[in-house]
């Protein structure tokens, strides 16, 4: 059977503990849809590169406002386009740090991917600037 063999053995009626069907029964779907998101080919699929027009591509850098919460250290909320958004949980954490030699380019940002409203969001809290950015969405 060669490299294929897991494969072409697995028998479903076998898996102890593991539903067929993810989104069966009364529970939700946000752990698992939190859990897929974790996945690196989903997080780099926001990594789109800019085009020429402005409306192309899922990467921007817009100014939001953003709600806070000190206790839990993330974005609670945020106003784009003059819609409130509530965020349902925060999926990832990163720092940005670029061009710290140049203070032409220098660049340090906290970056929150986030789920609200059922899309997947990218905001940015630029350090330099003092301002909050809405940096990507994910599809």
Not at 6 to 33: M, N, W
Not at 65 to 81: C, L, M, N, T, Y
Not at 92 to 105: F, G, K, N, P, Y
């Amino acid at each position: 059977m060669g490299r294929n063999r897991a494969i072409k053995e697995f028998d479903p009626a076998r898996q102890k503990g593991q539903p067929l069907d993810l989104f069966t029964g009364r529970e939700s779907r946000l752990p698992v849809v939190l859990e897929l998101l974790k996945s690196p080919w989903i997080v780099r699929g926001s990594q789109v590169a800019k085009s020429s027009t402005a409306s192309a591509g899922k990467r921007r850098e817009e100014a939001v406002e953003v709600v806070w919460d000190g206790r839990k250290a993330s974005p609670v909320e945020f106003v784009w386009h003059d819609r409130r958004y509530r965020v349902d949980a925060l999926v990832q954490t990163w720092t940005v740090e670029r061009s710290w030699w140049d203070l032409r380019r220098h660049q340090s940002r906290r970056c929150f991917r986030v789920l609200a409203r059922g899309g997947l969001y990218d905001l940015a809290y630029d350090r330099l600037a003092d301002v909050w950015l809405l940096t990507g969405i994910v599809d």
